[in-house]
């Protein structure tokens, strides 16, 4: 009896340690929180070109602990859109991407990182000497970041143009059109051959290459230097337009788009951002080549990156514009993704292989070498100046009244344009 109580108490005794043991245990258990994924990091971007979200899945694949919020904004609303943001206190992106047509306009805000300061360390050197007018405000402090080379020649088609000047030879089409004498004299002889050929497309294509070719600022000091060149513009675009050189369609219209399809405009601005959108590539793909525009190369579009002082992710947004714009990882990614670009990140063009760049519009013309030695040289250095937004709108305005009025002559253009950018800037001293 004595040995069955004593084994009774160790049964007990061992049953409650045994309980005491669960207790102990789920205690512990409840005590360890479990392991958290680290919280992914979102990067807000304001832009047109979702080409950027396609760079952004590359970037994500080393730093896999990132998202992107691509929020699309037309490019022609963009302004607006800040405007929007700061009046009614919304945030703005981590980034924004401005059109160099807005960024000096945008950039004079005192609302940007100044990247040359830390954390950011930017040496402005990095950058090609072009695109440094495009990325700083008025203190000439860079804010912002080029992308895309802005520099631009023009196009034709090939067979085209072997029928109507009797060459394809970029580099004899460009002395044959040298200057814009050049373009209006020979213009006239190929039109009398050929009554259905035309120079241009429209007069607003002329008048991108002309506004673009301009080697000093437009506007100083709140003065119009040199108003003249707007005169002579439009007395080119006038001869143009007289001498049936020019066609009456719309930049950017639904028949400016149909017209690459046809064989009877010979010459369009080209930029490789233009270039990229496969307008070229409207007919069979291969058949365009480009060359030197009269009186050089010009600047065309392009676009800055920009990082708001009230962004919540500077070092991913600074992160990501780096590796993509400011690397040569980022150069050759860019030179190399469908319809690529070149970008202004000036080391990689220490390599000569980056120099070479072929696209399927252009066929068997080496565009990149071309861009390198025949339209880098050659670049105005253009200045932005912060009227540069409301410069372009009032010029372009004048060009279309002469589209679709031919009453109106080289001198009726000009004394519009005077009144018109009064009107707008009234304090403006305008210097003929």
């Given at each position: 009896m004595s040995r069955y109580l004593n084994s009774k108490k160790i049964f007990c005794c061992?049953?409650?340690?045994?309980?005491?043991?669960?207790?102990?245990?789920?205690?512990?258990?409840?005590?360890?929180?479990?392991?958290?994924?680290?919280?992914?990091?979102?990067?807000?971007?304001?832009?047109?070109?979702?080409?950027i979200v396609e760079a952004f899945y590359e970037y994500q694949k080393a730093t896999p602990n990132v998202e992107i919020d691509f929020i699309y904004v037309n490019e022609y609303e963009y302004k607006d859109r800040i405007n929007l943001a700061l009046a009614t206190g919304q945030p703005l992106p981590d980034i924004c991407v401005l059109s160099n047509g807005d960024s000096k306009e945008l950039l004079s805000l005192d609302i940007w990182e100044n990247l040359e300061r830390e954390p950011y360390n930017l040496n402005r050197e990095l950058l090609l000497d072009s695109s440094i007018s495009f990325a700083t405000n008025s203190n000439d402090e860079v804010v912002a970041i080029p992308y895309e080379v802005s520099v631009a020649g023009i196009a034709y088609r090939n067979e085209y143009a072997k029928r109507v000047l009797k060459t394809d030879n970029p580099s004899q089409i460009s002395v044959m059109f040298y200057s814009w004498a050049?373009?209006?004299?020979?213009?006239?002889?190929?039109?009398?051959?050929?009554?259905?050929?035309?120079?241009?497309?429209?007069?607003?294509?002329?008048?991108?290459?002309?506004?673009?070719?301009?080697?000093?600022?437009?506007?100083?000091?709140n003065t119009l230097v040199k108003a003249s060149s707007f005169y002579n513009y439009f007395k080119i675009l006038e001869e143009l337009k007289y001498k049936g050189l020019v066609g009456d369609i719309i930049q950017w219209s639904p028949e400016w788009y149909e017209s690459f399809v046809t064989e009877q405009y010979l010459f369009y601005p080209v930029a490789l951002w233009l270039a990229q959108q496969g307008v070229f590539g409207a007919g069979n793909g291969g058949e365009w080549?480009?060359?030197?525009?009269?009186?050089?190369?010009?600047?065309?579009?392009?676009?800055?990156?920009?990082?708001?002082?009230?962004?919540?992710?500077?070092?991913?947004?600074?992160?990501?514009?780096?590796?993509?714009?400011?690397?040569?990882?980022?150069?050759?990614?860019?030179?190399?993704?469908?319809?690529?670009?070149?970008?202004?990140?000036?080391?990689?063009?220490?390599?000569?292989?980056?120099?070479?760049?072929?696209?399927?519009?252009?066929?068997?013309q080496n565009i990149g070498r071309f861009y390198f030695e025949n339209l880098l040289p050659s670049i105005k250095q253009y200045p932005i100046s912060d009227y540069d937004t409301i410069l372009k709108k009032v010029f372009f305005e004048v060009v279309n009244q002469m589209n679709n009025d031919e009453s109106i002559n080289s001198e009726q253009a000009f004394e519009l344009f005077k009144q018109n950018i009064k009107k707008e800037i009234p304090s403006l001293i305008i210097l003929e």
């Open positions: 061992a049953l409650l340690i045994y309980f005491m043991a669960i207790t102990l245990f789920l205690s512990l258990f409840q005590q360890v929180k479990p392991i958290q994924q680290p919280q992914k990091q979102i990067l807000t971007i304001w832009g047109w070109d979702e080409s050049d373009v209006l004299s020979k213009g006239s002889y190929i039109k009398q051959e050929h009554p259905d050929f035309y120079m241009f497309a429209c007069l607003q294509d002329v008048a991108t290459i002309l506004y673009g070719q301009a080697n000093a600022c437009y506007i100083e000091d080549s480009m060359s030197v525009p009269p009186s050089g190369s010009f600047n065309w579009g392009g676009t800055v990156w920009a990082i708001p002082k009230n962004s919540n992710q500077k070092k991913l947004a600074w992160d990501f514009t780096e590796s993509l714009l400011l690397s040569q990882a980022g150069a050759w990614y860019n030179k190399n993704k469908d319809n690529g670009v070149l970008i202004n990140y000036k080391p990689t063009y220490q390599h000569e292989e980056y120099q070479n760049m072929y696209h399927q519009d252009f066929g068997e």
